[in-house]
């Protein structure tokens, strides 16, 4: 079998989960992992190369598919546009607001050096995104509502361990039961984004950091919190790794519309995730190897969840999909 060469740009934990992730598919190799660290203090769990991101363009030709696992908020807007010169690439870009210029600048970058750039891969935005779409489509009288959590927000965390002063934080995600019950309940509510999550924090600050700043700093993020309730907690690192050292995830698109004369019906796609970055990896694994797939068909440019057809997420034959899977 022939097998699609991979690329781990970032090791933290969703690039740990990809690596465990291609141990597992017969179809795949890991070729070689791009850290910002120094390569020799790096202890990864298989036989690639560890590299330096800055001898990454060196090995243009060596990797069929790159994996960019960075966060959304620094990361994956400076290095997906600029490796995607030398590389086809899959990322978790998932700034919602952001994604169509995002989508526009890796689009052309891609397109000019003839990859393929497959954006936003995951659960929300990735499977969510394409149950929104179906559900919108099949029953176009109706509405949508997208609930996350309870669980930890990699990218919210990400953004907040960013801050000056932030020696480490974890954020979680929790839905407003009552409006869950409202929707699955078929009441169509109208609901803000305040009235659908609150978000909650536990941040270890580093020595003389200005706590009230911070705070201010987190609640009045754009795009992350400015939009949500939001409570703060300062706690020690101990008490971060012994209590908030797990990363769950999960949640509910739920769509409720109306047929024929007033006949109700509601659609729900839900996940419970034990690590929410491992999962992840998943899903990328899956578009990596669509993502290979669409170089063959010389299908370059950026792509999303809604570009790509099913059965080139899998391994195995369209008969054999039509015999097990139909």
């Known amino acids: 079998m022939e097998k699609i060469k991979i690329g781990i740009c970032g090791y933290g934990n969703l690039g740990k989960g990809i690596e465990n992730e291609i141990n597992k598919s017969l179809d795949m190799e890991l070729v070689a992992v791009f850290t910002k660290r120094e390569p020799d203090k790096l202890t990864i769990n298989s036989s690639a190369k560890v590299v330096n991101v800055t001898e990454i363009a060196k090995w243009k030709d060596k990797i069929d598919v790159m994996i960019m696992c960075g966060g959304s908020a620094t990361d994956l807007p400076i290095q997906v546009p600029e490796f995607a010169k030398f590389f086809n690439t899959v990322d978790s870009f998932d700034t919602h607001k952001k994604i169509p210029e995002y989508f526009e600048t890796v689009d052309k970058v891609a397109k000019e050096n003839n990859h393929v750039s497959i954006i936003s891969i995951g659960w929300d935005p990735g499977l969510f995104s394409l149950m929104r779409l179906y559900s919108n489509s099949i029953l176009q009288d109706g509405s949508t509502y997208t609930f996350w959590g309870k669980g930890v927000s990699q990218g919210h965390s990400d953004a907040i361990r960013r801050i000056a002063g932030v020696k480490n934080a974890v954020q979680y995600t929790i839905p407003n039961d009552e409006a869950i019950k409202k929707v699955r309940a078929g009441e169509a509510p109208t609901l803000t984004t305040r009235e659908k999550h609150f978000r909650e924090c536990f941040v270890v600050l580093e020595d003389g950091a200005n706590k009230e700043e911070i705070e201010k700093q987190i609640k009045e993020m754009p795009n992350y919190f400015d939009e949500y309730d939001t409570t703060v907690h300062f706690i020690f690192e101990e008490e971060l790794k012994e209590n908030h050292n797990r990363l769950p995830h999960g949640g509910f698109?739920?769509?409720?519309?109306?047929?024929?004369?007033?006949?109700?019906?509601?659609?729900?796609?839900?996940?419970?995730?034990?690590?929410?970055?491992?999962?992840?990896?998943?899903?990328?694994?899956?578009?990596?190897?669509?993502?290979?797939?669409?170089?063959?068909?010389?299908?370059?440019?950026?792509?999303?969840?809604?570009?790509?057809?099913?059965?080139?997420?899998?391994?195995?034959?369209?008969?054999?999909?039509?015999?097990?899977?139909?």
């Open 253 to 326: 698109v739920i769509h409720s519309g109306n047929t024929g004369d007033n006949n109700s019906h509601v659609m729900e796609f839900s996940l419970k995730l034990d690590s929410n970055p491992e999962f992840t990896s998943s899903v990328l694994i899956a578009y990596a190897r669509a993502n290979y797939r669409l170089q063959k068909l010389k299908d370059y440019g950026a792509k999303t969840i809604f570009d790509i057809p099913p059965k080139m997420l899998s391994n195995e034959s369209d008969d054999e999909l039509r015999k097990k899977l139909l």
